[in-house]
């Protein structure tokens, strides 16, 4: 099992940066991405941007420009820039392995609140 440790949320100005961090507890040598959630109120939870293990990255079209993913080692990070009032929510980092089977792994949740 992967302990999944999130940091970085907080409140942040409109047009402001901020970066998110997930460390995972150990690595893994079989096929796996790690990505980033977000949920908003009353909305669905969506996939904001994901990084697999050959450093393919996809990103929703409401950040592509403004987020970048990217992973050393165990830990994947998100580099928010341009952050908009519609970027509040709270972040969850997510983590899928193939071993005997798939798994799904989850960050606690950290709160992104953009305002002035």
Do not use: H
């Not at 796996?32 to 079209?61: C, F, H, K």
């Not at 080692?73 to 899928?96: G, H, I, W």
Request: proline content about 3%; overall charge neutral; glycine content about 10%.
């Amino acid at each position: 099992q992967v302990q999944l440790v999130e940091s970085g949320g907080g409140l942040v100005q409109p047009g402001g940066s901020l970066t998110l961090s997930c460390a995972a507890s150990r690595t893994i040598f079989s096929p796996n991405v790690m990505g980033w959630y977000r949920q908003a109120p009353g909305l669905q939870r969506e996939l904001v941007t994901s990084i697999n293990s050959d450093g393919n990255t996809n990103y929703a079209d409401s950040v592509k420009g403004r987020f970048t993913i990217f992973r050393i080692n165990n830990t994947a990070s998100l580099q928010m820039n341009s952050l908009k009032p519609e970027d509040t929510a709270v972040y969850y980092c997510n983590r899928r392995e193939w071993t005997d089977r798939t798994y799904d792994y989850w960050g606690q949740g950290t709160q992104v609140t953009v305002a002035s």
